[in-house]
């Protein structure tokens, strides 16, 4: 919704409880502005889940392989299928069409609403290689120690900032003002992780690896999954407070939990499994584009070439020596079935809901109660901003920008890759909040039940903290996404998930292609079991 008078902030203070009153009494400006709530997929997920009757299927539709789901996983399925010859393949796009890799636009402004970098894959991560050649990403030498990439694509410096004690610093690591017994735990930290990346199992594979699926299983590494991150940085005598505050905004970041509850081997995973290199631009680089993955998204599901249908699958089940999958959509509230056979379904999306719509998943070895992981909550906030506000001196705005000492994880600006000798008229900032303070359950529940004026005053704590009221003056538009199961949380544990490893290993009509297979949400990993599920499909 644009500008108008709408939201009467008093009248929703009363019931926020203090903490929540005392910061929505600080927006008294934003009356002016009526946030728009965006909730993909929860009209779909809450009819599977109540169990809604269906009507009869209106139309038939026949393929070969059907696709179902179409994020990252189930594109690169598709897109592996295509280069291998497989011509008839039929995408069914799922609730939200590219899933944590959407975005949207404010005109000719793209934005975010997932995912918004991919780091530069390291040699072992073959598979993104090869997609990444094919879509002209990288444009020389894709599978030697340093490929050339694309120079539009490579994040633009200034990357990334923190503020802290009130001014800016470049990088997100507190530095300046940090005392010296604190920085020497800093340099202590890295020095390990530095060791761990070459590290190596009895089985002589590296502890620490993209795709994860082929990281050592040495029990002796293994052990770390049973504690805790903050466990593990405990007994090795981590404690200095501004590293535990980064290590922790690391995790929040990627698995959408802290230290004290993520598993010491994913956090430990987060150091040690990267740092590819690239010909032109320094190690551990990231690429980026204004609209977050969303047009690598696009751009995937081009070259796949695969028919493309909107629906959400309700059911699918073996029949006969193929499958059926009964697929909807919601027309005004009110459902329209289709019905797909195909010689093959490759079941790409979360597993809390292959669970619903796989008939008899327990038979593959998955037992909903016993194996379903855990899954983060996140609010995406996309702002369209009319003109930038002013920044203080330090460190100039940069294509990250961090808060210390929040729950927050920044904010990202999405025109900062334009190349440009002035900054552009208009710009988009989007803001991410992982609602890791509080049990996922917890944070869902508040999520589902929080007005938009509460959604809002946590979407703003970061940039109310870099701009005070100054950035109210700046914004025309509001739009909040709600990902209430944004991706699964790697807790201790995960690793020994014997439902999950036995979905991997699943080999019949249907396949099964998702990130949830490792655990932790990253493209690599979702890349992967596409490029997995694909193989299968094969036969």
């Known amino acids: 919704m644009e500008r108008r008078s709408f939201l009467r902030w008093s009248a929703a203070i009363g019931a ?70 497989i011509e008839d393949v039929l995408l069914v796009e799922g609730p939200e069409t590219f899933g944590n890799a959407a975005g949207g636009r404010y ?35 894709p599978f030697g120690p ?60 590296k502890v620490f690896t993209l795709p994860a699926a082929h990281a050592s299983t040495d029990p002796a590494w293994r052990q770390l999954d049973t504690i805790t991150f ?15 505050w980064y290590l922790d905004y690391c995790c929040r970041d990627d698995y959408g939990t802290g230290i004290d509850r993520v598993s010491a081997w994913a956090g430990l995973h987060y150091f040690c499994a990267r740092g590819g290199e690239a010909a032109n631009a320094d190690n551990g680089a990231w690429l980026t584009w204004p609209g977050g993955l969303q047009p690598l998204a696009t751009r995937l599901a081009e070259r796949a070439g695969a028919r493309r249908i909107p629906g959400t699958v309700a059911s699918v089940k073996q029949a006969g020596k193929g ?9 005004g509230g009110k459902p329209r079935t289709y019905l797909v056979r195909a010689r093959k379904a490759i079941c790409a999306m979360p597993l809390f809901v292959a669970s619903r719509v796989v008939e008899n998943i327990v038979q593959y070895g998955f037992d909903p109660a016993r194996h379903m992981p855990a899954y983060a909550p996140w609010l995406v906030t996309n702002f369209l901003l009319d003109r930038f ?45 992982a609602l890791a303070d509080r049990d996922a359950l917890a944070a869902r529940r508040w999520m589902q039940g929080a007005s938009a004026e509460e959604l809002l005053a946590r979407a703003l704590e970061d940039l109310r903290a870099a701009y005070g009221r100054a950035f109210d003056d700046c914004v025309v538009r509001a739009d909040i996404t709600l990902r209430a199961h944004a991706m699964a949380a790697p807790l201790p544990g995960f690793l020994s998930n014997q439902g999950v490893q036995a979905l991997r290993d699943v080999d019949g009509p249907i396949l099964f292609a998702h990130a949830d297979l490792s655990g932790f949400s990253v493209f690599e990993e979702a890349s992967w079991w596409g490029w997995q599920a694909a193989r299968a499909a094969l036969g």
């Not at 004690?165 to 017994?181: D, F, N, S, Y």
């Not at 330090?394 to 990202?412: F, I, K, R």
């Open 107 to 141: 005109g000719d402004l793209a934005y975010p609403t997932g995912a918004h970098y991919l780091p530069i894959p390291p040699q072992e991560c073959l598979h993104v290689r090869h997609l990444l050649y094919d879509l002209g990403v990288i444009r020389r030498d």
């Open 323 to 331: 499958v059926e999958a009964l697929c909807f959509t919601l027309e």
């Open 230 to 244: 903050k466990a593990w940085l405990d007994k090795n005598g981590y404690r200095a407070p501004t590293l535990l």
């Open 389 to 433: 506000p002013d920044e203080l001196p330090e460190a100039p705005l940069s294509w990250d920008n961090v808060v210390h000492g929040t729950q927050g994880l920044g904010y990202v600006v999405s025109t900062h890759q334009d190349i440009r000798q002035a900054p552009p008229p208009r710009t988009v900032f989007t803001s991410y909040v």
């Open 16 to 85: 926020a409880g203090a903490a929540a009153a005392a910061g929505i009494a600080g927006y008294a400006r934003w009356r002016e502005i009526a946030p728009a709530l965006h909730d993909p997929g929860r009209a779909e997920g809450h009819f599977l889940r109540d169990r809604h009757a269906l009507p009869r299927p209106t139309e038939e539709v026949a393929a070969d392989v059907v696709v179902l789901g179409s994020g990252i996983a189930g594109l690169t399925a598709a897109w592996k299928l295509k280069r291998e010859g």
């Open 146 to 205: 340093k490929p050339e990439y694309d120079e539009r694509l490579l994040l633009h410096a200034p990357h990334e900032r923190l503020l802290y004690q009130g001014h800016w610093h470049e990088g997100i690591l507190p530095r300046a003002g940090v005392p010296a017994q604190e920085q020497a735990e800093h340099a202590r930290f890295f020095a390990e992780t530095e060791k761990l990346r070459t590290q190596r199992g009895a089985d002589r594979r």
